[in-house]
């Protein structure tokens, strides 16, 4: 009776597309509790440092915080200038994404739709990238902006973010930014100071924060002013509830 049980001499020796097959599947098991296991682990513990941080060429210098010692200006300046959809959409923003598809196709330089969401997922999990591995990022940060905006939500994503964001040559964060620029702790940024930040935050290593000329001074004037309206119309809400 037991021979009709026992394993066949082919299954104890799996085809190369067998064994093929096998390590890909583990691999993707692997690769999904270990994105899930640390994603829960960033939810309460702060992130110590990130491969754009290893990866810059002139160090890094970082000070993390919590949102409760980060001034609400700041959160209401990134929402502002970075993503105005922020408390209402689930991670990623279509229409802007849309838009910056629109806009590829009829240029060259290639522009983002990314939320900020989107942004913490690829600062603290993945790498910047050019080229293909452009394109390979993009389809993990799908991924990892899922995980956190389910499992970190609203508040926690805005504080990470806050803390890992390149906010100038070697400057990761804001509390690290405020202090180098302003002197002072970012629990106590003006309207001003918090729009000059967020105005750097797409092109860190160019955009002066202080003293700005050009496209940098009006865009951070114009944070500055869009931020009353986050404020007036609780489009931050989704952060302080």
């Given at each position: 009776m037991f021979r009709f049980i026992?394993?066949?001499r082919r299954s104890d020796h799996p085809s190369l597309a067998g064994r093929i097959g096998w390590f890909i599947g583990r691999s993707i098991i692997w690769f999904v509790v270990g994105s899930v296991g640390l994603t829960v682990?960033?939810?309460f513990v702060p992130v110590p440092v990130t491969i754009t941080?290893?990866?810059?060429?002139?160090?890094f210098d970082k000070d993390w915080t919590s949102l409760n010692n980060i001034d609400r200006s700041m959160v209401d300046a990134v929402i502002a200038g970075e993503d105005a959809k922020f408390c209402s959409h689930s991670g990623f923003d279509g229409e802007a994404?849309?838009?910056a598809m629109e806009k590829n196709s009829r240029g060259k330089r290639l522009r983002g739709g990314s939320t900020i969401s989107q942004q913490t997922a690829k600062n603290v999990?993945?790498?910047?990238?050019?080229?293909w591995t452009r394109y390979l990022r993009k389809g993990l940060e799908?991924?990892?902006t899922v995980l956190i905006e389910n499992i970190w939500g609203k508040r926690r994503i805005m504080e990470v973010y806050l803390n890992v964001a390149e906010t100038g040559i070697g400057t990761y964060g804001v509390e690290a930014a405020s202090q180098r620029y302003f002197r002072h702790s970012a629990t106590r940024l003006s309207r001003v100071e918090a729009a000059r930040?967020?105005?750097?935050?797409?092109?860190?290593?160019?955009?002066a924060v202080i003293d700005p000329a050009g496209f940098t001074r009006r865009h951070g004037n114009a944070i500055?002013?869009?931020?009353?309206?986050?404020r007036n119309e609780a489009l931050d809400a989704c952060v302080y509830e």
């Open positions: 026992k394993p066949t682990f960033y939810k941080m290893v990866a810059d060429p002139g160090g994404i849309e838009q999990f993945l790498w910047q990238g050019t080229g799908v991924w990892f930040i967020a105005a750097a935050l797409p092109a860190p290593k160019r955009r500055a002013a869009r931020s009353g309206v986050v």
